[in-house]
């Protein structure tokens, strides 16, 4: 789940805050082609950043086509400081395991920390929807089978199930400039052997990857709910998916979504406005 980037120098990224959304797929698609480093969801709105310098009547004209429906309204970010922005990073006890940056990774037990170093790639444990996977995850009993991180940015999933006992891990990301900081990630917590970068759809992938052990899919709704038909399909009777990037106020929506002949729930997180869950496949 993108929803953000690293600070660049002293430079103004430019906001943008998209409302009324009638094609909200569409529209995201349009925005990472347009050049965002990332969206999230701020209620019904879609929020992102650009880098200093896009054009901003080029990003108009991007959201028009996609989302003829849809009111854009533009800003600036405020410039920031990288060295305050790497200090206000942290490590985050989650059970059994830390996420820390490599400046703190030092002070943690190796076999079960995760080191991430902040990029562009969403996905350093600051985030409520990243912890609440790794809160659930722990509740599997076992990993038996192939575990598929979708939307897997930093690959901070892929790597939390390594070091939790999965044997295989396919971490799936379409977005080409989260992969170098996925491979940088995946190499300085050593589980190569077990975690492998897949460039591509989810929604394509995921079918040929089956059958799965495990889900883990941490996107925003409207991604999630397109997401479902193929999850469901490729994970194994006795697997489990874990959705998270959901609003508290979402939970109906998707609980009504899902299957229940074929799914059970077996566990919630909620933390701040943010709501996760585990299913097991019947």
């Known amino acids: 789940m993108n929803v953000g980037a690293r600070p660049r120098g002293n430079e103004a990224w430019i906001t943008v805050r998209v409302e009324g959304s009638q094609n909200r797929e569409g529209l995201i698609g349009a925005l990472f082609v347009a050049g965002s480093t990332g969206v999230h969801e701020d209620g019904h709105a879609i929020v992102t950043h650009f880098p200093p310098g896009t054009s901003v009547s080029g990003l108009k004209d991007a959201i028009a086509v996609a989302d003829p429906g849809a009111e854009a309204s533009f800003g600036e970010a405020p410039a920031a400081d990288w060295s305050r922005w790497r200090a206000a990073v942290g490590s985050h006890q989650l059970g059994a395991l830390t996420i ?125 709910l397109g997401l479902l038909p193929a999850i469901g399909s490729s994970v194994r009777r006795g697997g489990h998916v874990i959705l998270s990037g959901i609003l508290t106020d979402e939970r109906s929506a998707m609980l009504q979504a899902v299957d229940t002949a074929d799914w059970t729930l077996r566990r919630e997180d909620v933390e701040e406005a943010w709501w996760s869950v585990l299913f097991e496949r019947r």
């Open 100 to 224: 820390s940056p490599p400046w703190l990774a030092p002070a943690t037990p190796a076999a079960m920390t995760v080191i991430i170093e902040p990029a562009m790639a969403f996905g350093t444990g600051e985030h409520p929807t990243t912890r609440g996977v790794i809160r659930l995850m722990q509740g599997i009993p076992d990993f038996a089978g192939l575990v598929v991180d979708l939307g897997a940015g930093s690959a901070v999933l892929s790597i939390a199930a390594a070091k939790l006992g999965a044997v295989r891990v396919a971490a799936v990301e379409i977005d080409p400039d989260a992969i170098g900081n996925a491979e940088a990630n995946i190499a300085a917590n050593d589980v190569g052997r077990i975690v492998h970068i897949i460039h591509g759809d989810a929604e394509l992938i995921l079918p040929l990857l089956a059958p799965v052990g495990l889900v883990l899919a941490n996107i925003i709704s409207s991604v999630l």
